[in-house]
Nanobody
Framework: QVQLVESGGGLVLTGNSLTLSCTAS????????VAWFRQAPGKEREFVAG????????ASLDSVKGRFTISKDNAKNTVYLRMNSLKPEDTAVYYC????????????????WGQGTQVTVSS
C-alpha cells in the first residue's frame, strides 16, 4: 500500500511560481509511475504531467508545456511539480497519483491518490 501526501499549494498572482510536492509513504516510490492531475470547479479531472520509472513518460498537457516540469527524487520518495508563469486558468485542486512502473494519462489507470492541494492563481 502506498500513501500519498501533496503539499505546496497556495494563492499566488499571475506570473508567479509554485512547486508542489507529493511524498509517498508505506512503500518505496522508486518503481512507480507518478502523475499530477488537476480538477477545476465544474470540470473533469485532467492529466497534467507524468513520470515513469521505466519506459517513456507521457507528454504533458499542452497548456502547461514549457511552464510546468515534473521531477522525481527517489531518495526522498517525493515527486515535484514545478509550475512557472502561472495563469488564472491553472487554478484547480492538484492531485498526485501512482501506479506500478509506468505513468499514463488515464486517471482510471492509477491505484493510489493523494488528497489534493489547492492552487489558486489570481489576476
Amino acid at each position: 500500500q502506498v500513501q500519498l501526501v501533496e503539499s505546496g499549494g497556495g494563492l499566488v498572482l499571475t506570473g508567479n511560481s509554485l512547486t508542489l510536492s507529493c511524498t509517498a509513504s508505506g512503500r518505496s516510490f522508486s518503481t512507480y509511475g507518478v502523475a499530477w492531475f488537476r480538477q477545476a470547479p465544474g470540470k473533469e479531472r485532467e492529466f497534467v504531467a507524468g513520470i515513469s520509472w521505466i519506459g517513456g513518460s507521457p507528454a504533458s498537457l499542452d497548456s502547461v508545456k514549457g511552464r510546468f516540469t515534473i521531477s522525481k527524487d527517489n531518495a526522498k520518495n517525493t515527486v515535484y511539480l514545478r509550475m512557472n508563469s502561472l495563469k488564472p486558468e491553472d487554478t484547480a485542486v492538484y492531485y498526485c497519483a501512482a501506479r506500478r512502473l509506468t505513468a499514463t494519462r488515464g486517471a482510471k489507470d492509477y491505484d493510489y491518490w493523494g488528497q489534493g492541494t489547492q492552487v489558486t492563481v489570481s489576476s
